[in-house]
């Protein structure tokens, strides 16, 4: 059974890089058609995928996000991170990492096949 475990501050300046930790149990990053997403809720509003990295290491952004957003992995700790750069007001959110057993770019819940509990980031000065 796959885990994943966000981590990271809860509280962001304005202006501010935000970076999260997502930590991989019971799988590997690396293993074959698996797909490792990052997805985010803000208050009252829905799922929005902002983006991805393959098991093989390809990186895809959601367009909206890709001039402040980078997504990496750390192979030797199971992990891939969301930085997100000149965060404002309008990024505080609930911030999850999911991955699924295939490509999606997707809001929806039931697309993806395992999701990490969530962790609140508010940007506030």
């Known amino acids: 059974q796959v885990q994943l475990q966000e981590s990271g501050p809860g509280l962001v300046k304005p202006s501010q890089t935000l970076s999260l930790t997502c930590t991989v149990s019971?799988?590997?990053?690396?293993?074959?058609?698996?797909?490792w997403s990052w997805i985010r809720q803000p208050p009252g509003k829905g799922l929005e995928w902002m983006g991805a990295?393959?098991?093989?290491?390809?990186?895809y952004y959601s367009p909206s996000l890709k001039s402040h957003i980078s997504i990496s992995r750390d192979t030797s700790k199971n992990q891939f991170t969301l930085q997100l750069s000149s965060v404002t007001p309008e990024d505080t959110a609930v911030y999850y990492c999911?991955?699924?057993?295939?490509?999606?770019?997707?809001?929806?819940?039931?697309?993806?096949?395992?999701w990490g509990q969530g962790t609140q980031v508010t940007v506030s000065s």
């Open positions: 999911a991955s699924s057993l295939r490509w999606v770019q997707s809001g929806t819940r039931t697309d993806y096949d395992y």
């Open positions: 019971g799988g590997s990053i690396t293993a074959a058609y698996y797909y």
């Open positions: 990295i393959t098991s093989s290491g390809s990186i």
